[in-house]
């Protein structure tokens, strides 16, 4: 059941990606969506790293239901980064996101790279590939928040 309540999320949540920029009648509508995209996604990356520290016991089955939820969630938070939304609401986001979008998109691109290497890592079944894929997520972001989220 949670397998199918994440494929729902994620198709829907895809679905609606494509048109958010024109959903976002204020600048403080989209940087709660990509707050709250980032936010599920750090959930679940979360259940997958607690079981990479050892601090709960390895679950194939729910290291790839989490990591669907991942490499979906890192398909959608791009789109809210639209001009103007670098100021108003609660927000992070250092101007270097706009005045270097080209670095900026790199790091996103990685992001959802490294997070359908994630879920193929899962898949197998072994815990010291998933480990892998999971550094290289855990690094990209990061190193992504270093360059362009304020402490």
């Given amino acids: 059941m949670q397998r199918i309540a994440s494929f729902v999320l994620a198709a829907s949540a895809l679905a609606l990606a494509g048109p958010a920029a024109a ?11 990509r707050q709250s995209v980032m936010f599920v996604m750090s959930q679940h990356a979360g259940r997958i790293g607690a079981m990479v ?48 979008a080209a670095k900026f998109k790199e790091h996103g691109d990685k992001l959802q790279a490294d997070s359908a290497k994630l879920l193929a890592a899962t898949k197998t079944g072994n815990l010291d590939n998933v480990k892998t894929a999971f550094g290289a997520v855990g690094g ?12």
């Avoid at 979906?72 to 103007?84: D, F, K, R």
């Avoid at 990209?140 to 402490?151: E, I, V, Y």
Wanted: aromatic share 10%; glycine share 6%; net charge neutral.
């Fill in 53 to 100: 520290q050892g601090r709960v016991p390895f679950d194939a089955k729910v290291a790839t239901e989490n990591a669907e939820v991942v490499a979906a969630m890192a398909q959608l938070p791009w789109t809210a980064y639209m001009p103007g939304t670098d100021k108003g609401g609660n927000t992070k986001a250092l101007p270097e996101i706009w005045t270097d």
């Fill in 140 to 151: 990209n972001c990061k190193s992504c928040h270093d360059a362009f989220r304020a402490r």
């Fill in 23 to 33: 959903q976002f009648a204020k600048p403080e509508d989209a940087i709660k969506y």
